[in-house]
Structure formats: C-alpha cells, structure tokens
T-cell receptor
Framework: DAGVIQSPRHEVTEMGQEVTLRCKPI?????LFWYRQTMMRGLELLIY????????DSGMPEDRFSAKMPNASFSTLKIQPSEPRDSAVYFC?????????????FGSGTQLSVL | QQQVKQSPQSLIVQKGGIPIINCAYE??????FPWYQQFPGKGPALLIA?????SEKKEGRFTISFNKSAKQFSLHIMDSQPGDSATYFC????????????FGAGTQVVVTP
C-alpha cells in the first residue's frame, strides 16, 4: 500500500500565480480531506469530500481556493491567484470509514511558499 | 476559535521519563478523541484513540486518560525514547453527520538520550 500520495512535495511560486496541488487517496477510501498546517493556526480543515462529492467546504478561506475530485483516485486543490499568506503545508488525507471517519491517513504534504 | 485546547506547547524530557500532554474541550457533543503523532516532513498518523465511555486506554507505551466530567483527556508516553520525539496532536470528533475532527494546536515533544 503506497499510502496517500501528494505532489509536488515542495512548490515555490510568486504572488499572483496559480498553484495546483494534487492528491491520490488510498484505493478504496471514500472520504478525502484537504488540510492546511501553519505555525499560527495549526491544522485547519479546508474541505471534505465523500464519494467524490464536496460535503463541507466551510474551511476554504476565500474564493481564491477551489478543490475538485473528478474521480475516486484523484483530487486537486487550486489557489488562484496565490498570495504570500497562503504559504503553508497542505495535507491531503483519506479515510475508508465513510461518515464515521475515525481514522485519517495523511499524505506527506506539499510545502507551499508564495514569494 | 480553538474548540480543543492543548498544553503544553512543547516539552523536553530525558529518556525513560513520562511526558504528559493535556487537552480540554467544551463541546459535550464530542464522541471520539484520537491522538495523532507527526514526525518532521511527514503527515500526522493516528497513534491511539478513546471514546468517552472509557476512562483509560493503553496501547504499548502510550496511554490516554479521559475525565468526562472535567472534559479533559491526556496522553502519557511511558518509558519515553528518543524515537518518540515528534509533535503530538489531540483531536475530538463531533456527532454531526460526518464526524468532523477538531485538532488541538499540537505539542512538540523532545526526548533526550
């Protein structure tokens, strides 16, 4: 089992550019989460998908952020335009337990730096 | 607004010591309390979890103590080892339709040789 796979591992971009983060959940998992981690705010849930459908996007900071899950094996988080305050580690996590979501399996994250 | 308050922010113990991390919550609708362990450059990984009908749970050297009336729970790492050096997050899950996890701010634990 390869676990949750995120790409890229590191992304450095300039303010105003579009950034796309990618995630491949564990096969068979039907829940997918995007989290953001910063020193100031800790781990923040951005959006939650169940069976490829967005269930809760209340954590998405603003319209510059969007997420999609076109199929069970792929999700993207897009920031357009990016700003320096978006610099953080972005984690994707998946879970096999449907609505109970008792155990999350996290990827290794994407370290985003917006200059 | 932090729904789960975690302390301390960091702590250092010698090998063999027992680091203790405390968490407190207000929302009585929480029904599941996991702890996640995160090593540098990695994502968090589930370490151990407890439900409010149990006062203590042990898995290996890790123990959760749960005090429902005080709305507090804590993680103890027995006979700590340098390999336990990591950031630890407590969390709590609500009883709404999909069990959203609320994470604490994290505690960085350093175990010296």
């Amino acid at each position: 089992d390869a676990g949750v796979i995120q790409s890229p591992r590191h992304e450095v971009t300039e303010m105003g550019q579009e950034v796309t983060l990618r995630c491949k959940p564990i096969s068979g998992h039907n829940s997918l989460f995007w989290y953001r981690q910063t020193m100031m705010r800790g781990l923040e849930l951005l959006i939650y998908f169940n069976n490829n459908v967005p269930i809760d996007d209340s954590g998405m900071p603003e319209d510059r952020f969007s997420a999609k899950m076109p199929n069970a094996s792929f999700s993207t988080l897009k920031i357009q335009p990016s700003e320096p305050r978006d610099s953080a580690v972005y984690f994707c996590a998946s879970s096999p337990w449907g609505v109970t979501n008792e155990k999350l399996f996290f990827g290794s994250g994407t370290q985003l730096s917006v200059l | 607004q932090q729904q789960v308050k975690q302390s301390p922010q960091s702590l250092i113990v010698q090998k063999g010591g027992i680091p203790i991390i405390n968490c407190a919550y207000e929302n009585t609708a929480f029904d599941y309390f996991p702890w996640y362990q995160q090593f540098p450059g990695k994502g968090p990984a589930l370490l151990i979890a407890i439900r409010p009908d149990v006062s203590e749970k042990k898995e290996g050297r890790f123990t959760i103590s749960f005090n429902k009336s005080a709305k507090q729970f804590s993680l103890h790492i027995m006979d700590s080892q340098p390999g336990d050096s990591a950031t630890y997050f407590c969390a709590a899950r609500t009883t709404d339709s999909w069990g959203k996890l609320q994470f604490g701010a994290g505690t960085q634990v350093v175990v010296t040789p």
